[in-house]
């Protein structure tokens, strides 16, 4: 359905969930994450981050690390307790929490105790108004007390890792998961009231062929979930070391992982889902496929979003918090990020300063990724017409006036051409993850 220019995706670009990303971070002035949210009025949301697993998956990039450790996940949830309390203590009253998302890791690697400890924490710190509430899930750690503890919460939206059904390719990726673990877990959501389920799929795995993905796409439509992420698997053992033990030998090529996209693009269109951008996916009546056609549709630090508000603030080593102006993260060392909460102090002293010009090629890069369009300034179109010409030329995108618009073969190329608007490329040479 796609047409394959390999040289049109030669180069590495970013995954853009934020703009500038963080390869351009630097330190930050002392006392300006506080300032930000002192001045974060009205509606607000909130990520917590976990950075804890039971096992360790070789593919993974995130920030995590095991939870055997007892004093450790205990030392690193009385810091982030006290973040709660320092970071509510600056929201102005007019704040309105209406999300909170609890992400990875794991969040339920942590006891069941210790995850109503931090809603309770929300709830006594922070000004909630009937907020939705989201977390991301280990099937291989759940439990039906999750499910008991989903319902008492309200949570709504949850998303397991689930990467793939086929048995050899979990070996390969250090996460086995029998599809008996993925439906008693899915049972216990449901029970629990989660009415948006997100699958996250990959391709590009070790020993991975079509058919092992068409197996895992045909399990995620009968089992139903209204959201599913269909990434491609980002070999970077340079900047992840726990890659090393996938050895790139037995990693696809680029015409095949190419395909594999298309083939998963084609399966859930047939299946009725709706595409989100270039990698996700909706049922009609999920609210993230209703705000793709109502072109209301975000992208912040945890990808595609029905989430209108223009601030999000991230809680836990590691973790980035959004304004409009300014984009920061929390020291990423554990240690660190400890000893600087427990003291009060937040510990975010990296990210960037957004400029009038970075908010006007972050929203460049946005709206080419959630629909697929942008009006371009005169200087812009002068800047990027001539590296777009192999792109409206191949019958990817069009220039028509001032409105760049991708075209529906184009899908694949979407990071490459929104990567045209970013300024900073050309002088920051960290390695990225391939485009599809």
Not at 205 to 229: C, F, K, N, Y
Not at 231 to 253: C, D, K, N
Not at 356 to 375: F, N, S, T, W, Y
Request: charged share 20%.
């Amino acid at each position: 359905m796609w047409t394959y220019h390999p040289e049109l995706l030669a180069t590495p670009v970013p995954r853009y969930t934020s703009y500038p990303t963080a390869a351009d971070f630097g330190a930050i002035e002392e006392g300006v994450i506080e300032r930000a949210i002192a001045g974060a009025d009205g509606d607000v949301s909130l990520y917590l981050h976990i950075p804890f697993c039971e096992k360790i998956c070789y593919y993974c990039g995130c920030n995590t690390g095991a939870s055997g450790k007892r004093a450790r996940v205990e030392t690193y949830l009385a810091a982030l307790h006290q973040e709660l309390a320092t970071v509510a203590s600056l929201l102005p009253a007019s704040a309105r929490v209406r999300r909170i998302a609890f992400g990875g890791g794991s969040p339920n690697a942590i006891a069941p105790h210790e995850f109503m400890a931090l809603v309770d924490a929300l709830h006594a710190h922070f000004p909630l108004f009937d907020p939705e509430w989201s977390i991301e899930l280990d099937p291989r750690s759940l439990t039906a007390e999750w499910g008991h503890l989903i319902r008492e919460v309200g949570i709504t939206r949850a998303s397991m890792g689930v990467q793939t059904f086929a048995p050899h390719c979990q070996t390969a990726i250090g996460r086995e998961q029998p599809v008996a673990m993925i439906c008693r877990s899915i049972d216990w959501l449901r029970s629990g009231g989660v009415t948006s389920l997100n699958f996250d799929l990959m391709y590009g795995l070790p020993h991975q062929t079509d058919i092992d993905l068409a197996d895992s796409l045909e399990h995620t439509r009968m089992l139903g979930a209204e959201r599913v992420a269909v990434f491609g698997y980002a070999h970077v053992p340079h900047l992840v070391p726990r890659q090393t033990m996938i050895p790139e030998s037995t990693l696809p090529g680029g015409e095949a992982r190419f395909a594999m996209a298309a083939q998963a693009h084609e399966f859930l269109d047939r299946a009725g889902y709706e595409a989100i951008g270039f990698d996700h996916f909706a049922l009609p009546h999920d609210p993230m496929a209703q705000a793709t056609r109502a072109g209301t549709l975000r992208r912040n630090f945890q990808g595609f979003t029905d989430d209108p508000s223009e601030v999000l603030i991230g809680m836990g080593s590691s973790a980035i918090s959004g304004f409009p102006g300014l984009i920061a993260q929390n020291e990423k060392h554990n240690g660190r990020y400890r000893a600087l909460s427990a003291a009060g102090r937040l510990s975010a002293s990296h990210g960037i300063a957004r400029s009038p010009e970075d908010r006007l090629r972050g929203g460049v890069i946005e709206a080419l990724l959630c629909r697929g369009e942008a009006q371009l300034s005169p200087c812009l179109i002068a800047e990027v017409r001539e590296r777009l010409a192999p792109f409206t030329q191949a019958g990817l995108a069009t220039l028509s006036g001032n409105i760049l618009r991708i075209l529906p073969d184009g899908l694949p190329y979407a990071r490459v051409i929104a990567a045209m608007f970013d300024s900073y490329r050309a002088v920051t040479q960290r390695r990225f993850s391939s485009a599809i």
